[in-house]
């Protein structure tokens, strides 16, 4: 049997951060997460491919915060072999990972960046969401993950720019209309994925990230036109990675934070102090997701508007 490994470290923060709920939050933690799926609505009507399915045995949940997905009640299923998968009609999405694309909500008529984009997952949300019209741009530094997402644009049939560079050298000549930022991250909220995803994990990676997250924030609001939005999010619940990295942006952008609300998905504040630390008050306003309120991922987004 797998054992989830924990660093001590680790351990000791969250002692600290999930304080009476600890111990809620690693028995959850030590468990796997329900499988759930996206449906690429540019191939199929996601409730036309849950009636195919579901002629096959599956039992689907719908999620209500949207058309597009559908929880696994049952997991016997191994989702990832079927030939709806194969033919790209759906991707396999763990649910509050859907919310990001969600909240910003691209247009068909916008000019919209996904900033760092591999695999690809949030890219085909964007482009549905924008009826795969548009100006989609996907950037990726990785060369190896480049693959994955070019490969993930041909099977879901993507109506989308692809680009290999370093967002921190991008011009700032044309500007976007909306920007998602999945920022890269200590990954914590992948525990109940990958029984060793700790396995790297210490604080000094988590202000390594920290020092990135906030300059890739700060690249992302240039690139944006006034009253431009922006989305933040890492799938960490570590306040170093978020809300310190909000902070540090109303310090050093004119920018607002937005308020945002999930249909039946139970959201969590910012919070305002960590390690004597004091954030600006107005960070209360994004939302952090923790794996034992909704048998989720944990996650943390910001909804940002460029004034």
Do not use: H
Not at 14 to 24: A, Q, T
Not at 41 to 58: D, Q, V
Not at 207 to 214: F, I, N, R
Not at 228 to 240: A, F, I, K
């Amino acid at each position: 049997m797998n054992k989830t490994f924990f660093p001590e470290a680790f351990l000791e923060k969250y002692r600290k951060l999930m304080g009476n709920e600890f111990d809620e939050f690693i028995a959850v933690s030590k468990t796997k997460w329900s499988k759930s799926i996206w449906v690429n609505s540019n191939k199929i009507n996601p409730k036309e491919l849950k009636k195919k399915l579901e002629e096959k045995k599956w039992k689907l949940k719908e999620l209500n915060f949207t058309e597009n997905g559908f929880e696994l009640t049952e997991s016997a299923q191994k989702p990832g072999q079927e030939i709806e998968f194969k033919n790209g009609l759906f991707n396999l999405q763990e649910k509050s990972s859907m919310l990001p694309a969600l909240i910003l909500n691209p247009k068909q008529n916008e000019r919209v960046l996904d900033a760092c984009a591999a695999p690809g997952n949030k890219s085909i949300q964007l482009n549905n969401l924008m009826q795969n019209k548009g100006n989609l741009i996907l950037v990726e530094k990785n060369k190896e993950r480049f693959k994955s997402l070019k490969f993930n644009v041909n099977k879901f049939n993507l109506n989308a720019e692809t680009r290999l560079g370093d967002l921190l050298k991008a011009s700032t000549e044309k500007k976007f209309d909306k920007i998602l930022l999945d920022a890269p991250c200590s990954s914590e909220g992948l525990i109940r994925k990958k029984f060793d995803a700790l396995k790297n994990w210490t604080p000094k990676l988590v202000e390594a990230k920290s020092s990135l997250q906030k300059k890739l924030i700060l690249k992302s609001v240039d690139l944006l036109k006034p009253k431009g939005l922006l989305v933040y999010s890492t799938c960490s619940l570590s306040p170093e990675e978020n809300e310190e990295v909000i902070d540090f942006l109303l310090k050093t952008r004119k920018i607002k934070l937005k308020e945002i609300k999930v249909n039946e998905f139970k959201l969590r504040k910012g919070i305002e102090e960590w390690n004597g630390k004091k954030f600006n008050s107005e960070v209360k306003k994004c939302i952090r997701i923790y794996p034992q309120d909704n048998n989720s991922q944990a996650f943390f987004i910001a909804l940002i508007e460029k004034n």
